[in-house]
Every structure is written in C-alpha cells, then in structure tokens.
C-alpha cells in the first residue's frame, strides 16, 4: 500500500517542483513509511511513498520500462498478479518479482483492455513520456483513492488531498455544491470535493490527460445487474466458491496478514473462512466501548474463541480532538461525518502494532442486503397505506416521547424515533442515492441560502429501478460504499501504515451478489439470506442471529459534554452558510434529551473545524 503523485507544471522551475514532491511525499509518508522514490524529467515530476508488502526488496517506485518511456506510480495490491505474469512472458522480461511490474508490463502490452484481467485495488499514473500523455486509473469499487487538479496548463494528482495541495502551493476555494452535498449525506458524491476544479478519479474509470487539454473521464468497468442463470442451490455453491476464493487471494503477501473482527456476521465470516475453510489462524483485532449498547467485544471474543485466534482489544474510552484534527487535516484534508472514523483509526494502530495487513468485512452489507433501511424500507410499504390521519397520529405520538440515546439495537423507543425519522425523509430520498441526514423541511432551515445546490448524482443501472430495495443496495455500493466505509477506512488504516483488503468487493463476489434476486437477499424483515445459507455452519448460530448493529460511536454523551460547548463555540465565530439559530436549537433539545441529534450535530462541528482552518 503506497502513496502517489504527479505534476505536470510548465511555469515552474525544475528545483521548486523538486521542493513541491518532496512536501507532498512528506505529506503521506504514513501511507509509504518503508521508502520514497521521484523521477523528473523537465517540468513533469512523478513521486511515491512505499509501504512494503510483496517483493520487500525490489519493486521500486516510480518504475520506468527498459525503454525508459513510460513512467508507474501506483497504490495498491494486484491479487493475480502471477497468474497475469504468465501471460506477459513471452513478450516481456521481468527484472522483478512483485505486482508492479506485472501492471507496468500488461499496460503497456495491452492498454487498458488488461484491466479487465485485474483483480485487486488500485490507483495509479502512467506516465508516457514519447507522446506527453497521463492515464490515470482506480479500481472498481473505489477502494484506493486519487484526486487531481488542473489549473491552465498544470495538472497534479495525488492520493490525498492534503498531499495534492503541497503540489498545487495555493489556497482551493470551497465548492458550495459540495458543501451542501456534505451535510446533505455526511460526506461529498463520487467524483467531488469539498473544493471548486478539484476532483476524484471515478470508481471503475480512467482519465486521459495531455498537456494543453481537458481532461477526459471514461468507465472501463460498470457494475451489471443481469439475472443469474441457476437456482438458489448452484447461487450458494458459487457464492461459497468465490468468497473462499477471494479471501485466499487476499492472503498473497510476503508479511503476516491480520483481521479485523467486530462481532458483527461479516467480519466474524470473513475470520472464520480463514480457519475453518483454509487452515490459517490470524491475529484478530477488535474495538471496544464502555458503553454496553455500543460494545460488542463479547461477540468478537466468542468468535475468536470459536476460531482459536491470537486476539488483540482495545477500548475507546472518550473521543480525542487531536486525533480527529490530524485524521481530517492530515489524512482526508476535507470534512466527513462517519463518527467511527475514530474507532478505526483505534483498532488499526493496535493491529498494525502486529501486522502489516488486515482483512476487513467491508461491502458485505451493501452486496447482501445487511443495512437497517432496507428493513425499514419494507415496512414503509405496510406503513404508506394506512391511513393519513392515522399515521400523522402515530408520528405525534413518537414524537412526544423522549428519544433514548442509547444505541438503537437495545431500545424500541429509539427504533420508533428512527423509522419516524426515515419517514420524514421518504420525500427527500426519492429516488434513492443514499441516505439523508434531514427532511428537505428541516434542511431549508438549516441551510437556506445554498439548501437547493448540489451535484449531480451519479447514474445507476437502469435495472436496479424495478425494486425499491435493490435500487439501495445499488446505490449504497456505488455511492455509500466508496465515499464513506471505504474512504474511511482506507485514511484511519493508511494513517497507521496498515493495510486492508476487503475480500466482499472481489469482482466476482460483486457481480454475482448484484446478479441474485433481491428476494433471496431479503425476505420480510429478514437480510443476509444468502450468506446465512451458504456458510451457516463455519459460524454459531447466535452470531448468524444477531441484529444489524453497525459500528456505531457514542457521539450523543460527547455533545451533552464539553464536545457541545466547543461546538457553540465555533458556531459563534466561524462566519459560514449554517443557520447558528437551528444548530444552538438542535444542540438544546439533545442536551434536553428530547431528541437525539448526536450525527447530525458531529456532521456540522466536523465542518466547522474544516472551515476556520480551511478560511
């Protein structure tokens, strides 16, 4: 796992772009701890922080051809990358025994057709020095990150955006339709940043570049929803077949390879596949809460008992502003609500003080049907045909009971308040692109001068529109997956120079996942099915029935703390978009415990740090 960057500035002195790399590598050295490599030639310069994990002592990056016309830097881990090797051969001679070079080899042999044949996640730049031209590329589910800019005749790309900034050495102007994408859903759509002509390379997609030119964006991979051709018995064969397959893959490495494990069904799967189906037993590493309703170290505890694992705990006790600050500025350099950002930033310093990689559960409930609002969604449609005076009833009945603030699995009353909440923002996630933080109302109130504004979304497959449900698994996969679980856990990790690989999102895991019949993901109240039948016996049975909990944060104790006074604190001097009068109202009623608006009220402090630093 490493960091990238490019720059292509004609205006700038070969000395200063020299200066420009070194800060943008320094910026990510916690991605590449092991080593650090330039190459310039004129006014282009090409950059990479290394973080060793196959072929320790060679591999170098940037990595030139024999010809030295092209020009690799590049993120990530290629799983098949011996099997590719034999293909490549015949026409090529290898100087190297890791992935990189397999890439280098294939790219140039066979363009971008030889994506096809990847399996793994990836971003990187390739350089052509003959024709002066960039191709950069990230993988398909979005799993490693790349951002560029352009401005006249310059154009940089990074992994990060606090690295990308030491290349471009001015202040980016805040993107108003970003901005009210963010509070909208909590983090910025695929493609965006917070800042104006700053973007993000696409999830499956490449961008062509040469100077003088615009750059062109082009999906070379886009998630297909056609049926699959068997019964429910051959999907459970498959499905077996290639999630075994997948996590075996993410084994091929030349250090010890870790897991993380929550408790929760996909984690806990994941961990049990590696004993009970390949023989190998991990160090396992869990995060813990002192509040019981958040805490599920019982549950992890029982699984690595259940799979004899050399296990590893941690409890987060408070919330830690330094460690916030240096993961928003330092790591994602812009804002972003999730709260367990914290909590995985946590369980990754404790593995990475045993590993050098971990497995994650990431995309199992996005690919099965695992997220509490599809389960919603399908009492939504009981609820939507009672009677309007009736179900204006209800929600004043809900409403007038004070919400708990404890976590929603161990309160009815909290569910209550929650489902009350998805109803209120029926209108406003109709159609569906992922869930919304408030009613389109409430939203007005909050944000009235830029409330209207916002990007485009971006397409979904015009088959997921048959259903309800599969439109939000689809959604969630494409929208929710890449802009808040894995950009969140691909800065917490890399922050600790730990990598992690997500054996759901094997292409052939997705597309076989997406080819299934939403009926057997999700029947009644019931999600997971799949899973449940095709590795009910590697796991116990009360961890195939336990509620969806999430890896949730007690966010609601910290803002009726001191977290709530820091809050009214920036919201008094930072001059932004953001009704105070709404927040300073919101915050009251939590503190009241009338209500329990502790996401809602992190999203905006989190924004608030951003803009007194970012003004």
């Not at 990530?76 to 293909?87: C, F, S, V």
Request: net charge positive; charged share 25%; proline share 5%.
């Amino acid at each position: 796992m490493c960091g990238i960057a490019f720059s292509h500035n004609p205006g700038l002195p070969g000395e200063k772009l020299q200066v420009r790399m070194r800060r943008s590598l320094e910026a990510m050295a916690h991605r590449g701890p092991d080593d650090s490599g330039m190459w310039r030639d004129g006014q282009t310069i090409i950059g990479h922080r290394r973080l060793s994990i196959i072929d320790l002592s060679a591999s170098r990056q940037p990595m030139q051809d024999p010809s030295g016309r092209y020009v690799l830097t590049y993120n990530g881990e290629i799983y098949n990358y011996k099997e590719l090797r034999k293909g490549l051969e015949d026409k090529w001679t290898f100087q190297t025994g890791g992935d990189t070079e397999i890439l280098l080899a294939g790219m140039i042999l066979q363009g971008t057709a030889f994506l096809d044949k990847l399996e793994g996640m990836w971003a990187f730049s390739l350089w052509d020095t003959t024709e002066q031209h960039l191709l950069l590329c990230r993988d398909r589910m979005g799993k490693k990150p790349l951002y560029f800019h352009q401005a006249g005749n310059a154009f940089t790309c990074a992994s990060e955006l606090p690295a990308l900034a030491c290349l471009h050495n001015q202040p980016w102007e805040e993107d108003l339709k970003s901005t009210a994408d963010y509070l909208r859903y909590g983090y910025y759509l695929p493609g965006t940043t917070a800042y104006k002509n700053v973007k993000e390379v696409l999830p499956g997609h490449v961008v062509h570049w040469r100077p003088g030119r615009r750059e062109k964006q082009a999906a070379y991979w886009s998630l297909s929803l056609n049926p699959f051709d068997g019964d429910r018995q051959e999907a459970c064969k498959q499905l077996r077949r290639r999630l075994v397959r997948a996590v075996e893959r993410r084994l091929v490495a030349d250090v010890e390879v870790g897991a993380f494990l929550s408790g929760g069904v996909d984690s806990s799967l994941i961990v049990s596949l590696l004993t009970k189906e390949l023989g190998i037993s991990p160090k396992t590493f869990t995060i813990g809460f002192q509040e019981r309703s958040y805490d599920e170290r019982r549950y992890a505890r029982q699984v690595a008992d259940y799979c004899g694992t050399d296990h590893y705990v941690e409890v987060l006790k408070s919330w830690n502003r330094k460690k916030l600050t240096s993961l928003i500025f330092q790591s994602i350099g812009q804002p972003f609500a999730d709260s367990s950002l914290l909590p995985t930033s946590l369980v990754s310093g404790v593995a990475a003080s045993q590993v050098k990689v971990a497995l994650s559960g990431d995309g199992g409930d996005e690919l099965f049907s695992g997220y509490q609002r599809y389960q919603a969604r399908a009492i939504l449609r009981w609820y939507t045909r009672l009677p309007q005076a009736l179900r204006s009833g209800m929600a004043r009945a809900i409403r007038l009971l004070p919400e708990p603030m404890a976590h929603h699995s161990r309160s009815f009353v909290k569910k209550a308040h929650l489902f009350q909440d998805i109803v209120d923002r029926l209108e406003y996630e109709t159609p569906y692109v992922a869930p919304v933080l408030y009613s389109r109302k409430f939203f007005k109130e909050l944000l009235p001068d830029i409330a209207q504004m916002g990007h485009q979304p971006p397409g979904l497959p015009e088959e997921c529109d048959r259903d309800d449900i599969t439109r939000m698994m689809t959604a969630d996969a494409l929208v929710y997956l890449p802009q808040d679980i894995l950009l969140k856990v691909d800065r917490a990790s890399m922050s600790c120079s730990l990598e992690t690989r997500a054996p759901f999102l094997d292409r052939q895991v997705v597309e076989l996942a997406f080819s299934l019949p939403r009926a057997w993901h999700r029947y009644g109240m019931a999600g997971k099915r799949m899973l449940k039948q095709s590795f009910q016996d590697i796991l116990p049975d009360n961890i195939w029935q336990r509620r969806k909990q999430g890896f949730g944060v007690p966010i609601h104790q910290w803002f009726r703390r001191e977290l709530g006074a820091e809050l009214e604190e920036l919201l008094a001097y930072v001059d932004c978009p953001v009704n105070g009068k709404v927040v300073r109202d919101m915050l009251t009623r939590h503190r009241q415990g009338q209500r329990d608006h502790g996401y809602r009220l992190w999203s905006i402090y989190v924004y608030l740090l951003w803009r007194r630093k970012h003004s």
